[in-house]
């Protein structure tokens, strides 16, 4: 048999446990169902939210799957070229150091086009937190081979599987970053499960404390998934995420403030 | 103004405390000759008196560092040399795109590729013509002096600001190691700051966000931003160009020469006018806008134009655009950063008036 309820009725009657942060707008996504990029939004947006520092916030959105990402979170953004974001985030926050300044960015941006800027950015200890999705693959042109690619691992540009005669090993740049005396706090986390979300929620208001102690470079990496580049249901693609990805990428705080 | 106001400093130097003097707040750049004074006098001088300074890992983070301060509202600059400038021109295209406020200084060296560390113009068609990918311009203003490599510092950030522009200085290697006098005048960057709205300072509630970006992925949104840029760099063409003019008055061949050639080019025409030949100078001082109309109206009386570069032929092919063959164009330039002398000037224009003498006796 159909229910029929309406909304109003459901407001009187139904205490409301969840709703969509006020600082994100109303626009609806653009990514593929499934896609770790809107709940990693959503996530940071509820912090922000819930820390008070929407005013004081302003993201640096890369190139890739998330290059709209300032059309999601309802704070000023700025959108870099390719690999460039914590270049861009770091004259932000030199300009404006009583700002609360992130960025955010993909596996291709981050760790292969923007290795430099990724390496300098936190060896400097600029006081910033850096979003990293790391997600072995590049969406937005289509499922090319990543960085963080997996040996193995079949993308178009590896139709046979990933190996290290041709392409090299996957790059594990979240280590490199928290060898660095710059960094303050490095963090793996995932999307994956609710309660992953949770921990990550966890893990970002503790980078924006830090930043708000002027501790140095944050730098979160979230193991996510690419359904559509993986050719998995959303489903799929989270438990192959933590049978194949974790053992290289284990969650976890690779590093914290003593 | 008095006699201890005049000081004896490198181009580089001189550029850098105008910088500092004309309120710039954060400074990116990255080493490289010969133009590294310039960063190592603000590492000095200007963290010592408030700005921002930071030595990049690249001269990409640079132009992307740049992109993030303008975008943040701040006044701000990076220099570099011919193939640190080369590595911008992504970064410029973004900023042209974004509409950020910023100078670019390029000391100019010999190319292509590693080049010599030598003057040249040769990047003339880079700085001009856009440089980076898409329908974009800088306005372009040549120094030839370090009286003038001071004073465009001023003038470039305002046209900076007031038409949300890249804003480029292209000087030369020479510009920026030989020392000269210079005064520096009397500016209060408080007078001449704008408000800046559309920064990204952190969104109150009672503002929109605001958001730079040059990425308007629907074709027709994206063609009405370049419909703006074009409109922009008509008012920029209408409004800002710039040139000196000697000894034009009573000319019959005009020397058309900027920057460094510019400089040589006015000792030739000395000499020449010492040889009994009436030859003036004109000297484009912003390189975009171009003064093709004045070169056009000049043109109408002249015997003809010799036009000297410290390259292969860049500005000529401007020059001939202007002209549209009202008089005859020949050109002389040297290359790799080999400064022209006087005398070869002098030399060269003796040529384009015997081929235009040949001419005329042909005609009659």
Redesign the interface.
Known sequence: MQLEITGPEITEQMECVYERPDTLTDMRLHYCPGCGHGVVHRVLMEVVQELGI?????G??PVGCS??A?HYL????????HG?AS??????K???PD?FVFSYQGDGDLAAIGT??T??TANRGENILMVFINNAIYGMTGGQMAPTTLLGMKTSTTPTGRNVETAGFPLKISDIVAMLPGTAYVSRNSVHTPNAVRVLKKALVQAFQYQNEKKGTCFIEVVSNCPSGWKMTPIEANHWLEKNMFPLYPPGVLKAPK | MTVSDIKLMKGNEALAEAVIRAGA??Y?GYPITPQSEILEYLADEGRERGM?V?Q???E???I??????A????R?LTTSSSPGISLMQ??LS?IAS?QLPCLVVNVNRGGPGLGTIQPSQGDYFQATKGGGHGDYRLIVLAPASVQEMADFVYDAFDLADKYRNPVMILADGALGQMMEKVQFKDYTPAEHMVPKPWA??????TRE???????FIQPEKMEQINIQLQEKYKLITQNEVRYEAVQSEDAEYMIVAYGLAARIAHRAVELARADGINVGLLRPITLFPFPYAVIRKMAERLNGVLVVEMNAGQMVEDVRLGIEGRTPVSFYGRMGGVIPSPEEVVNALGGLIRKEAVQHAEAY
């Open positions: 929407q005013e004081k916030t302003i640096i959105a290059v709209f300032y309802d704070i000023d953004m700025q959108e870099a070229a460039r270049a861009v985030a770091t004259a932000v030199r300009i404006l700002r430099a800027e390496i300098h | 707040q954060a990116f921002i930071l990049a890992e690249s990409v983070a640079a992307n560092m740049v992109y993030g301060a975008g943040a509202g701040a701000v992504e970064g973004y974004a990204t300072t952190g969104k109150p509630k966000r605001n958001i730079i970006t040059s990425l």
